[in-house]
């Protein structure tokens, strides 16, 4: 019984791995604190260019 048991829980186990890779990711891709500072500050100075010049 337990190495039916055994077998069965590995089964399950791949078949959930394989599911969860067919399955849509949906959160983003995580982004760290200074990457995000840094795209702030590009975006600000992009969208303050044109409007100085």
Request: avoid cysteine; charge should be positive.
């Amino acid at each position: 019984m337990n190495r039916r048991k055994k077998i069965k829980q590995l089964l399950k186990a791949h078949a959930k791995k394989a599911s969860a890779k067919l399955a849509p990711v949906n959160k983003d891709k995580y982004i760290s604190k200074a990457d995000r500072l840094k795209l702030a500050a590009q975006a600000s100075q992009d969208s303050g260019s044109p409007a100085e010049s």
